[in-house]
């Protein structure tokens, strides 16, 4: 009788740690991890390029459905050019001091720029899925003389941008 209780003791003991997990799957866990990560790279990839917003610059209005992208960003306001987020030049007047022309040939600007380029060019020798292509997103007030605009687009052709986008702020549907 004793040797019956303790082999029903014995086999339910074992069923019962056959329910229990007694190491992880680290398979499992990884793979999980890894689909998390694509989908919140994917996530962060496709949003649009944001665009830093300041009193001199009021961009001109369009009823564009492009969305911008992310390229080099060159800004030009009233009183500087920005590349990216640094300031690359000040303007005297709304216009390039003559010590910084080389002809049309903005040189702070042009030095700014190249940096740029290598990095992009840099980034996309070892990533196939970046590859530089040779855009730039010009952001600009709408009262930016055209001469202006000019030798910005000038300086920044001699640095291999050749496709330019110009950033807009989008009509509203019922708006103006």
């Known amino acids: 009788m004793r040797f019956r209780k303790a082999l029903a003791r014995k086999k339910r003991k074992e069923r019962e740690a056959a329910g229990e997990i007694k190491e992880l799957n680290i398979t499992a866990m990884m793979d999980m991890m890894t689909i998390l990560l694509v989908f919140l790279l994917k996530s962060f990839a496709s949003s649009s390029a944001s665009v830093t917003a300041s009193d001199d610059i009021r961009p001109p209005v369009s009823s564009t459905r492009a969305s911008p992208k992310d390229t080099v960003t060159v800004t030009i306001t009233p009183k500087n050019i920005l590349v990216g987020e640094k300031e690359a030049l ?87």
């Open 90 to 176: 000040r303007l005297e007047n709304g216009q390039v001091p003559a010590a910084q022309l080389q002809g049309r040939l903005v040189v702070p600007l042009d030095a700014a720029l190249k940096k740029e380029v290598e990095k992009l060019k840099y980034i996309a020798d070892r990533n196939p899925a970046a590859p530089f292509n040779k855009e730039l997103s010009v952001i600009g007030d709408k009262k930016v003389p055209y001469d202006l605009l000019l030798t910005v687009l000038y300086t920044a052709g001699q640095n291999e941008l050749e496709n330019y986008r110009f950033v807009v702020l989008k009509k509203e549907e019922g708006g103006e």
